[in-house]
């Protein structure tokens, strides 16, 4: 693992007519959009899904939804 990966972005996005703002590493950044492309969905839609059902912050949810994704 790089110290690139570990580094915070944050990241903006319109969800349902709303902008929201979440911060990932970059490690989760580059695994969400990898996921968004194995899924054949855009970033914007893949992340609205998350946000649907999440009980927690954006960013928290989508790292969960990463690591429950890259499970093995």
Avoid: C, P
């Avoid at 790089?2 to 915070?8: A, M, R, S, V, W």
């Avoid at 970059?26 to 996921?35: R, V």
Wanted: net charge positive; charged share 30%.
């Amino acid at each position: 693992m790089g110290q690139e990966d570990e580094i915070l972005q944050k990241h903006s996005v319109v969800i349902t007519g709303h902008q929201t703002s979440f911060t990932l590493e970059n490690i989760f950044w580059e695994k969400l959009k990898t996921i968004s492309k194995t899924e054949g969905k855009s970033l914007k839609a893949l992340i609205t899904e998350i946000d649907k059902h999440r009980r927690t912050n954006l960013s928290s949810a989508i790292r969960v939804y990463i690591l429950k994704k890259t499970e093995n």
